[in-house]
């Protein structure tokens, strides 16, 4: 993939894959799947500045797996592969998986 590096409080984000199944077995065709709302962030630009030009650090970073509104960015296509860009602010959370938190304790 092309080095891309976001500006300011933007990450790029490749979503991620949804189940093509329902729990009770039934396929869901291509055409009827939502777009999902979860992804793995590739890249974090380097955070806004304040009213007195301190960096912001971003709460994010490269490798979390997040989830984010259904409207939210905008799809970019990169070395064919689609992916988004949206600020900080459009991410509602980072999903912590039981590994994560037993590494970070």
């Known amino acids: 993939m092309a080095s891309f590096r976001p ?6 984000v490749r979503r991620v ?5 329902t729990k009770g077995g039934i396929i869901i065709p291509d055409t009827a799947q939502e777009k999902p709302q979860e992804g793995e962030i590739v890249a974090v630009g380097p955070g806004a500045r304040d009213e007195d030009g301190e960096r912001i650090e971003m709460d994010v970073k490269a490798g979390d ?6 409207w939210s960015g905008t ?9 988004l860009i949206m600020k900080e602010s459009d991410i509602m959370g980072v999903i912590e998986t039981k590994a994560a938190k037993k590494a970070a304790a």
Do not use: A, P, Y
Request: no cysteine; glycine share 8%; net charge negative.
């Open 7 to 12: 500006l300011h409080d933007r990450v790029l």
């Open 17 to 21: 894959k949804e189940e093509e199944k």
């Open 75 to 83: 799809e970019v296509k990169i070395d064919g592969e689609e992916l």
């Open 65 to 70: 797996r997040i989830l984010f509104g259904k």
